[in-house]
T-cell receptor, first 117, second 111 residues
Framework: DTGVSQNPRHKITKRGQNVTFRCDPISEHNRLYWYRQTLGQGPEFLTYFQNEAQLEKSRLLSDRFSAERPKGSFSTLEIQRTEQGDSAMYLC???????????????FGQGTRLTVV | GESVGLHLPTLSVQEGDNSIINCAYSNSASDYFIWYKQESGKGPQFIIDIRSNMDKRQGQRVTVLLNKTVKHLSLQIAATQPGDSAVYFCAENTGGFKTIFGAGTRLFVKA
C-alpha cells in the first residue's frame, strides 16, 4: 500500500498522559497536513509542513500540541497532558507541490482515533 | 469569516437514482474546490475537484458544478449505488495550502 499511513489506528490513554502519533506520507509528496475530526464534523486544519518546515499552525493547536517533520518525510504529532476534549480522530494528509504552484487534492490516511479517559 | 457549509445534513436516495449534494461557501476568494467521500472509520477520499475558472467538471459517474455568482457547489452522482453510502464533504481552498471543510452530508442509498 503506497498511500498515507498512520500509526497507531487507535489509542486509548488516561487524562494527563502524553501521546504521539506518526504519519508516513506518500513518498514523493512534500506537503503534509494534520487535521482533527470530531464526530459529525468535517476535518479541522491543525498544521502544515512543506518539506521539513512547519509553515502554519492553527490556533486550535494549543501549547500542548507539537508536530515535527524532521527530515521532510514522516511526521509526528505529540499531545502532552491529554484532556478529554482531545478525544477525536487525528488525520494526516499529504499532497504534491505542482510545478505551477497550484494546489492539488490532499490524500488522507486512515487516521488515529484518540480516546482520553 | 471563511466557512463552507452544506444545505442538507442527510440525503436518502433509491439505488439507481441520481444524487445531488449541495454546498454553499462564503469566501469569494476561494479558487479551488474539492469533494471528498468518507466512509465510517476511514479517512476522507478524494472524489473530484474543480478550479474557479471552470463551472463544470465530470468524472466517472460524478459531476461537480460550480456557481461562483451565488457561491454554490454541487456534487451529482449518477446511478447511485449502495457503495456510495457515506458522508460527503465539500472543501475549499483560497490559493494557500489550507483546505477548509464543511460539516458534511450523509448519503443513504436504499436498495
Amino acid at each position: 500500500d503506497t498511500g498515507v499511513s498512520q500509526n497507531p489506528r487507535h489509542k486509548i490513554t488516561k487524562r494527563g498522559q502524553n501521546v504521539t502519533f506518526r504519519c508516513d506520507p506518500i513518498s514523493e509528496h512534500n506537503r503534509l497536513y494534520w487535521y482533527r475530526q470530531t464526530l459529525g464534523q468535517g476535518p479541522e486544519f491543525l498544521t502544515y509542513f512543506q518539506n521539513e518546515a512547519q509553515l502554519e499552525k492553527s490556533r486550535l493547536l494549543s501549547d500542548r500540541f507539537s508536530a515535527e517533520r524532521p527530515k521532510g518525510s514522516f511526521s509526528t504529532l505529540e499531545i502532552q497532558r491529554t484532556e478529554q476534549g482531545d478525544s477525536a480522530m487525528y488525520l494526516c494528509a499529504s499532497s504534491p507541490l505542482s510545478g505551477a504552484g497550484m494546489n492539488t487534492e490532499a490524500f488522507f490516511g486512515q487516521g488515529t482515533r484518540l480516546t482520553v479517559v | 469569516g471563511e466557512s463552507v457549509g452544506l444545505h442538507l445534513p442527510t440525503l436518502s436516495v433509491q439505488e439507481g437514482d441520481n444524487s445531488i449534494i449541495n454546498c454553499a461557501y462564503s469566501n469569494s476568494a476561494s479558487d479551488y474546490f474539492i469533494w471528498y467521500k468518507q466512509e465510517s472509520g476511514k479517512g476522507p477520499q478524494f472524489i473530484i475537484d474543480i478550479r474557479s475558472n471552470m463551472d463544470k467538471r465530470q468524472g466517472q459517474r460524478v459531476t461537480v458544478l460550480l456557481n461562483k455568482t451565488v457561491k454554490h457547489l454541487s456534487l451529482q452522482i449518477a446511478a447511485t449505488q449502495p457503495g456510495d453510502s457515506a458522508v460527503y464533504f465539500c472543501a475549499e481552498n483560497t490559493g494557500g495550502f489550507k483546505t477548509i471543510f464543511g460539516a458534511g452530508t450523509r448519503l443513504f442509498v436504499k436498495a
